[in-house]
């Protein structure tokens, strides 16, 4: 990887975001310059604060002291001068206040649509990556990146970023002004700006990389408290509330040093620009008052001159007090960068044209698939089914069976050969018009925590409530659900804890049956269940499967004996094909999957 320019080693979060916040940004361009305006407005206002005091010094209290008293200010009387002095300067400091007001909400408005914005994005980008980098990566780390990062990102553009652009500015015209007032005394200070950012640029990367090292040990928190929460009944089954307890702890003491040491890092910063702001001080301060004395410079251009020498230190004290802050967040903005620059595995083509309605044939051409290179999961699988036949998957865990229907719905790409529906590649199909057309319900059966309604129709928007209830009845669960205090309204809890694993799979199987797609694939629907729900469910399935295309991965070989084609994969292979009759006349390998499953029945009875 080639080396960072200095720019992005300094604030390499913000500027790798940029590319990515930049078309959400300019589409609220007329804030942003009206933003900048009053910005400006403000800085002007900055400038001429002092001027009204140095006229009443110069022209009140020490008349003549800037050589021009017999001008037309030195006409006037002194209280008028005072007056007009103190109009001025509660005018001046009443637009700074309202260009101050207008500038904190402009920009504040900007950071909070345009990070919202972003963070919309991402959450979709996430959406969009594949199974593979999801088995890979960790929800909480997800988690804490969508919210936490992203949060990070917009508390500190509103009250960090943003105004220091606006210091920036204010250091710049100070600069300029003090050079135009006394280029001597504007050298002097010119000339220790070294002094202050050798330490800032020192400690503002140490910083940063302490910032960075908490960042990922608060993503390795998220993560450990989402896995022991997601699986509770595992942990307290197990009495593993004591080992999660310990792992996190032991993260959250490595935080607690880690934010200790920034907070250390912070305050010696800090206390160093605070220093080296009062060492130039009183160096102009010594040298501007030889300069009265010498009459090179009177003492209401002093009084201008440290007015501006202060409003330019600020900039350097917010940098200073605001790094802690902006190290996070360019921490936070790097790990957000990683996960957009993370390309999706499965994308439209370029050419890819929307799905017709399917008829239902499947064929796969000579297709492998591996999740990691060299380490094919299938090789050179080949079979075709006609459309409405009804396909049963069975082989060893491990041997590839829910990777072949993923395939199907393009959750994954072949690494070789096709996957074809109705003769068209589905590569060169739509993603969403091609899983619209495919109902899968899954072993872990995920139910959302809404209404039991809203569950069944996820995935058929605009269903009416009578086209729900036909779809609960195909699946043998709407006597249950109308026997609910709450009827359809009843919400379950997340992950449909609060039903029965029975319940929770008639559901599923209702959602499949509210979406009338022509395919349908069923990942063991009825393995964790007992003999009266599996009952329940096969009869569902009979009513939900008709005149669709039917794939279903089981370990049951009861409920397959009728299905029109049977695949049995071993090892990533498809060693046979054919109907129930037809591979146990072979007497191959499937055969003695059956004798060894009935001998096994016949034992347990």
């Known amino acids: 990887m080639a080396k960072p320019k200095p720019l992005r080693q300094s604030l390499p979060g913000f500027v790798a975001l940029l590319s990515y916040m930049w078309p959400y940004i300019r ?198 408290v989402a896995e022991s929460i997601g699986a509770m009944q595992v942990v307290q089954t197990l009495s593993l509330e004591d080992t999660f307890s310990d792992q996190f702890g032991k993260q959250n003491q490595k935080s607690l040093k880690e934010g200790v040491q920034i907070k250390r890092l912070l305050a010696r910063l800090q206390g160093t620009v605070q220093l080296m702001t009062g060492v130039s001080t009183a160096v102009v301060l010594f040298y501007g008052t030889v300069l009265i004395l010498r009459g090179a410079l009177s003492a209401g251009e002093l009084l201008v001159f440290l007015s501006y020498l202060k409003a330019a230190f600020k900039p350097m004290q917010d940098f200073a007090k605001y790094s802690g802050r902006m190290a996070k967040a360019s921490a936070a903005g790097e790990r957000v960068v990683q996960l957009f620059e993370t390309p999706p595995d499965v994308m439209d083509a370029a050419d890819a044209q929307p799905a017709p309605s399917f008829r239902g044939a499947v064929s796969f051409d000579h297709v492998s698939y591996g999740y990691e290179e060299g380490q094919p999961v299938l090789r050179d699988i080949c079979f075709s089914i006609s459309p409405g036949q009804k396909v049963a998957i069975v082989g060893p865990s491990g041997a590839g069976k829910s990777s072949l229907i993923g395939l199907l719905s393009r959750l994954y790409d072949p690494t070789d050969g096709r996957v074809l529906i109705d003769d068209r590649d589905i590569r060169h199909l739509t993603l969403k018009s091609l899983r619209t057309q495919i109902s899968v319900v899954l072993q872990d059966t995920l139910l959302f925590a809404t209404s039991i309604a809203e569950n069944i129709a996820f995935g058929a928007t605009n269903s009416s409530a009578a086209a729900i209830k036909e779809a609960a009845r195909l699946a043998s669960i709407h006597d249950f659900i109308e026997g609910l205090p709450e009827g359809y309204a009843t919400q379950v809890g997340e992950r449909g804890v609060t039903l029965s694993m029975g319940q929770r799979q008639r559901i599923a199987l209702a959602r499949a049956a509210l979406r009338r797609a022509p395919l349908l694939v069923l990942d063991e629907p009825t393995s964790s269940l007992d003999k009266d729900n599996r009952h329940a469910v096969l009869q569902a399935l009979q009513e939900i499967s008709a005149d669709r295309t039917t794939f279903m991965i089981t370990h049951n070989l009861s409920d397959i004996e009728h299905a029109d084609v049977i695949l049995h994969l071993e090892k990533g292979v498809l060693i046979e094909s054919g109907s129930h009759a037809g591979l146990l006349a072979a007497g191959g390998a499937y055969a003695q999957l059956v004798m060894s499953e009935y001998s096994r029945e016949d034992t347990d009875a």
């Not at 209280?79 to 920009?107: D, E």
């Not at 909070?112 to 990566?137: D, G, M, P, W």
Request: charged fraction near 15%.
């Open 27 to 224: 589409q609220h361009r007329p804030l942003i310059a009206g933003s900048f305006l009053a910005l400006f407005a403000g800085v002007l206002m900055r400038a001429l604060e002092p001027w009204p005091l140095k006229v009443v010094i110069d022209h009140v209290i020490i008349p003549g002291a800037d050589g021009v008293a017999d001008g037309w200010i030195g006409s006037l009387e002194p209280l008028t001068i005072v007056a007009g002095a103190s109009f001025a300067l509660i005018l001046i400091l009443g637009v700074r206040a309202l260009s101050s007001y207008w500038q904190k909400v402009g920009f504040a408005l900007v950071g909070n649509k345009v990070l919202s914005e972003v963070r919309a994005a991402l959450y979709r980008h996430i959406q969009c990556l594949s199974l593979a980098f999801h088995s890979k990566t960790k929800s909480g780390d997800l988690l804490v990146r969508v919210i936490g990062d992203i949060g990070l990102l917009k508390d500190v553009a509103v009250t960090a970023f943003m105004p220091l652009i606006g210091s920036v500015l204010v250091l710049a015209s100070m600069a300029g002004l003090m050079l135009w007032l006394n280029w001597k005394l504007a050298l002097l200070v010119l000339l220790s700006a070294p002094l202050y950012w050798i330490p800032t640029l020192i400690l503002g990367k140490r910083i940063q990389g302490v910032s960075r090292k908490q960042r990922k040990r608060e993503s390795a928190m998220a993560s450990t």
